[in-house]
């Protein structure tokens, strides 16, 4: 048995990458976490699962949904999550879609200029 503190960022990023996969998503993230302050070389990848389980505590905080498309930037291709697996492009328009509709949706409409307004927001989600 090795104990988490003599294990390398790549070991932790694995670990956490097993926890995932049993749903086990707050000690991932502690797991995540651990494997960016040890340098994995997965660092950026580990960014964006902490973010993607972040999104899923908080489907309807727009906040989220900008902080795992910026994520996204420093990654390409494919990645897997869990037993499901992500195009980066299709998942960052994703969440920069979810993040204006629900800003738009949050928006308060006083006047028929600001309900156009929400309505241009709600249109440039879909």
Known sequence: MVFGFFK???ELFDDAQELIKQKEYAKSCKKLKSA???????SNL???MIDFIEVGQSLNDATRYRELSDALQNIEGTFDFGLSTFDVK???EECDAM???????NMYAS???SMVHKGERLIEAA
């Open 99 to 105: 993040a204006i509709a629900i800003e738009a949706r």
């Open 36 to 42: 960016i302050e040890k340098e994995s070389d997965d």
């Open 90 to 92: 299709e998942l960052k």
């Open 46 to 48: 580990a960014r964006v």
């Open 8 to 10: 390398d960022g790549n």
């Open 111 to 113: 006047d028929n200029g």
